[in-house]
Each structure stands twice: as C-alpha cells, then as structure tokens.
C-alpha cells in the first residue's frame, strides 16, 4: 500500500460546480497535512494546509479525518481557471520534516 | 520579496556527463529540501539540508547523487554521470528557521534536467 493514495481522475466538471477530492494516507502517526496545486510543467504551489477543525479559504474548504485516515479537499463554484493537479502532502513520519506526495489528482472544469 | 530561486530551469546533459542544480532558499529561510518529479509521477523526497550539515538524505540514491548546502552561496544537488533515467523535473523548497515539522515548505519553479 502507498504512504499516500489519491484518485488520479481526471474529474471533469462543468464550471460552477463542486468537486471533492480525498487523499488516504497509511501512517496513523502523520503529524501535518497539506494541499499543493500544481499547474502544467509548474512548481507545487500551497493551496491550503489541513487542520484537525478543518479549515475554509473562500471556495475551498479542507478536512482531516484522523480515524479513517484521509484528507479532504472541496472547491466550490468551480473556474476554469481551478484546472490543475492537486496533491496532497503528508508529514508521515515524527521528527522528520520529509513530506511524502500523493501522485496527484487531475482537475478539468470545462465551460 | 523574492521565492526560492533555482537555476538553471532548464538542463541538458548526455550520458555520463555531470550536472549541478543551484538552489537559493527564500530571504530568511535556511532549510532547504530537495524533491524529483518523474514524468507522470508524484514528487519524491530526496534530501533535507540546514546550513553545512545534511538532515535527511534518506530519499537520495547512494551513488552518484550527493547535496550540499554551504554557509555562503546556494545549495547544490549533483548527479554524476547522468543516466537517461535521471531525467526529471527537480524542485528545491525552502522552510524558515526555528520550523517545525508542521512548517509549510514553498517551492521553488524546478529544474527541468533532460539526459540525451
């Protein structure tokens, strides 16, 4: 079983939508959580990080669910410009700042 | 206020050459964390570095790859006598000081090795 697993997609949603995307991760001890965007032949960029309260910025709203372990990302009223690869980064490991990736899941909203 | 810069973005090497990826963390950060992207695979963990000391090497090859971080100037990951496999995208990120492991690491735009 991978460290980290996400639904590669590709989800493609109608703009205006919502869409949901899990991450499952294996070390029960991971200790932070985040989600990076990363467009095409770019650089991950920091979407959110993912609190044990859950967490909301503007259209986005991330959630940690410690007892079935996963993490969650929703986007609401999706754009067109929301099209990317998400991924999902784990810190599984005590005392070690490594963050393990998920392979990422790809977004397309379309018009 | 400058990100993490990385030079040069684009890299092009034959076989057996060498080649060095330059990273500068951002202004006051001095953690700096390298990652390799494989064409349609996720990013991997190779080495976590402070100023002159290696942290966690725990992702990188055992051969032919080594890290540095020197007190002055930016950090370098070098591959020896590149293989067609080690084409890559290489990613540099950066933490500030006194960061724990909840810290956010921000990424630099990565350099694109290509081995011919």
């Known amino acids: 079983r991978k460290e980290v697993e996400q639904d590669p997609g590709p989800f493609n949603v109608p703009e205006g939508a919502t869409v949901a995307f899990n991450c499952t991760y294996s070390?029960?001890?991971?200790?932070?959580f985040f989600w990076y965007r990363q467009d095409c032949r770019k650089e991950p960029k920091l979407l959110m990080s993912?609190?044990?309260s859950g967490n909301e910025d503007g259209r986005f709203t991330a959630q940690l669910n410690r007892a079935s372990q996963y993490i969650s990302l929703l986007i609401r009223d999706s754009k067109l410009s929301d099209s990317a690869t998400y991924l999902c980064?784990?810190?599984?490991?005590?005392?070690?700042?490594?963050?393990?990736f998920g392979s990422g899941t790809r977004l397309q909203v379309q018009p | 206020n400058a990100g993490v810069m990385q030079n040069p973005r684009h890299l092009v090497r034959r076989r057996g050459q060498e080649a060095r990826l330059r990273c500068s963390p951002m202004?006051?950060?001095?953690?700096v964390y390298w990652y390799r992207q494989l064409p349609e695979e996720g990013l991997k963990f190779m080495v976590y570095?402070?100023?002159?000391?290696?942290?966690?090497e725990s992702g990188m090859p055992k051969e032919r790859f080594s890290a540095e971080f020197p007190k002055e100037g930016p950090s370098i990951l070098r591959i020896q006598q590149v293989v067609r496999g080690d084409s890559a995208a290489y990613f540099c990120?950066?933490?500030?000081?006194?960061?724990?492991?909840?810290?956010?690491?921000?990424f630099g735009p990565g350099t694109r090795l290509t081995v011919l």
């Open positions: 990120a950066s933490s500030p000081p006194r960061a724990g492991p909840t810290d956010t690491q921000y």
């Open positions: 070390n029960s001890a991971s200790q932070s």
């Open positions: 993912v609190y044990s």
């Open positions: 980064a784990v810190n599984p490991y005590t005392g070690r700042r490594a963050l393990t």
């Open positions: 202004k006051g950060h001095s953690h």
């Open positions: 570095l402070q100023k002159e000391n290696i942290i966690d």
